[in-house]
Nanobody, 124 residues
Framework: VQLQASGGGLVQAGGSLRVSCTIS????????IGWFRQTPGKEREFVAA????????RYADAVKGRFAISRDYSKNMVNLQMNSMKPEDTAVYYC??????????????????WGQGTLVTVSS
């Protein structure tokens, strides 16, 4: 399974940006797709997760109500719509695929396929 993250860029505080993860190869129908973010010197932080098939969406408290994760079956893509952005949202955003227990989908070590990351910068 290969993942390609795209859509990062520079946005002002309060603005919106969408990052996308295109998934290809292998079988990922039973996978969970997660978005994580990382800043220099810090551990990778969970942002959101969605089951590729069936229900199930989860958000980190820091983004709940501002970010929305969705899937597009026609494009094999998972999108992360980020609204009301804050400077603390600045990070490299990564998408990942795995089969973590749903209650543990915030654990980055349980994902085994990762995209290359896309930089999101929120200016104040």
């Amino acid at each position: 399974v290969q993942l390609q993250a795209s859509g990062g860029g520079l946005v002002q505080a309060g603005g919106s940006l969408r990052v996308s993860c295109t998934i290809s190869g292998g079988s990922f129908s039973s996978s969970t797709i997660g978005w994580f973010r990382q800043t220099p010197g810090k551990e990778r932080e969970f942002v959101a997760a969605i089951r590729w098939r069936g229900g199930g969406i989860r958000y980190a408290d820091a983004v709940k109500g501002r970010f929305a994760i969705s899937r597009d079956y026609s494009k094999n893509m998972v999108n992360l719509q980020m609204n009301s952005m804050k400077p603390e949202d600045t990070a490299v955003y990564y998408c990942a695929a795995g089969s973590p227990p749903w209650g543990s989908n915030q654990d980055a070590t349980l994902y085994y396929h990762w995209g290359q990351g896309t930089l999101v910068t929120v200016s104040s």
